[in-house]
């Protein structure tokens, strides 16, 4: 079985590849505490089950806020029910080849809970993969005749929170590879109570129509996707739709990103992979960042970071550098589809003594926090059993 899951602040959507049936659970997690069995989904909602307390909707905000809630007398922080949570998930399906979680927020709050938490189930990192929307988006569009985006594919997505805007851009480079870039562009506050009444609904639509002209550039379209449940009914939203109708084709799938995750876990079982395509989301990195050397007096740049890796999978990521008698260490930034260059300069901590003429080791370390935010640390090594560490060492915060 190859699985998608679909995470966002209310439910968790599950796809199985093949299958047009998506089931949904409630981000909700419960406990009997007489035969100390867990509830997660419709079931930790029912108010019927006997001597049960129960955390209802709220799992998603403890794992933001790095919570902990009380069941029975037994506290439970975030990473446990986040664990617990996914283990009755995944208990509910059988014989899975691989699974694929995505989840809206590109925070590497939500990020490595989930991941933690599946790890803990299949305790092999081959088996499943946690990334965000945006990856799941690509594997979409990979399923389609290249004619499907061969000009601007664009994407509205309607949860119970919020509206939310992506699109994909697309170029080739003079070498010949080619960029895709998964852009979250816009979003919008705007709760799904607001479809209570006929007043609410008129309003909705005009708020939609708005947020729509303020996303869709003077462009050439191919596709426009509408998913979430707020277009469960989209009779409610005529100017929106006429509008956007009028630039594209358009698809609706209420449940768009738990297929799409069940699409990138075949295209993951499969290695669907496209080798001149580069990847660049919001779970991947958009810079290539270099380490500046002096060799023999000539400059040398090392690539340390490059583009389209998986940023939240690159915290404690160490490499050694070896600097001269300069005070600095510098880096190279480059933001491989804009074309923006920067550089950085790292400076050396003042009780570190540079030993002139010899070799002064030293260990740079990356941890981002989100895409565009890394920080870098710099940390004397010392040499050996020839040069004692002076324990120095630096951290720079670097907007990317």
């Known amino acids: 079985?190859?699985?998608?899951?679909?995470?966002?602040?209310n439910f968790v959507y599950a796809s199985v590849q093949g299958d047009n049936k998506v089931m949904s659970f409630p981000f909700a997690i419960g406990r009997n505490l007489t035969s100390n069995t867990w509830f997660i989904g419709d079931e930790a909602r029912s108010e019927d089950i006997d001597n049960v307390d129960i955390v209802i909707d709220k799992l998603f905000y403890i794992m933001s806020n790095d919570g902990s809630a009380k069941i029975g007398e037994t506290p439970y922080d975030a990473k446990e029910l986040t664990r617990i949570f996914f283990s009755n998930l995944i208990a509910k399906f059988t014989d899975i080849e691989y699974v694929t979680v995505v989840i809206r927020q590109s925070s590497?709050?939500?990020?490595?809970?989930?991941?933690?938490?599946?790890?803990?189930?299949?305790?092999?990192?081959?088996?499943?993969?946690?990334?965000?929307?945006?990856?799941a988006f690509v594997s979409y569009l990979k399923s389609k005749d290249p004619s499907f985006y061969s000009n601007l594919v664009s994407l509205f997505d309607f949860t119970e929170k919020a509206l939310t805007y992506y699109e994909l851009v697309r170029y080739v480079d003079d070498s010949g590879l080619e960029y895709w870039k998964v852009n979250t562009e816009e979003h919008l506050a705007l709760p799904l109570d607001l479809l209570s009444g006929d007043a609410g609904k008129k309003v909705c639509?005009?708020?939609?129509?708005?947020?729509?002209?303020?996303?869709?550039?003077?462009?050439?379209?191919?596709?426009?996707?509408?998913?979430g449940l707020g277009f469960e009914d989209s009779s409610y939203y005529r100017e929106f739709m006429t509008y956007i109708c009028s630039i594209a084709n358009v698809e609706t799938d209420v449940h768009f990103f738990a297929k799409s995750a069940a699409l990138l876990s075949n295209d993951i079982v499969t290695n669907n992979f496209d080798k001149n395509v580069l990847l660049i989301t919001d779970a991947r990195t958009t810079a290539s960042i270099k380490f500046i050397a002096t060799v023999n007096q000539v400059n040398t740049k090392i690539e340390l970071i490059k583009p389209g890796e998986e940023w939240f999978n690159l915290k404690d990521n160490y490499f050694d550098v070896i600097v001269e008698d300069e005070r600095v260490i510098k880096l190279?930034?480059?933001k491989v589809i804009e074309r923006v260059l920067k550089e950085v300069s790292i400076a050396i901590p003042e009780n570190v003594e540079l030993r002139k003429d010899k070799t002064n080791l030293f260990e740079l370390g990356f941890n981002f926090s989100e895409q565009n935010l890394v920080y870098v640390s710099l940390s004397d090594k010392g040499f050996g059993e020839f040069y004692e560490s002076s324990k120095g060492t630096t951290t720079k915060r670097v907007d990317i």
């Open 1 to 9: 079985m190859i699985l998608g899951l679909s995470v966002d602040e």
């Open 108 to 135: 590497i709050k939500y990020l490595e809970k989930i991941k933690q938490a599946m790890m803990s189930l299949f305790k092999d990192e081959s088996k499943f993969k946690v990334t965000t929307y945006s990856e």
């Open 205 to 227: 639509d005009k708020i939609l129509y708005d947020f729509a002209k303020r996303c869709i550039k003077e462009e050439t379209y191919n596709h426009i996707i509408l998913s």
């Open 332 to 334: 190279e930034i480059i």
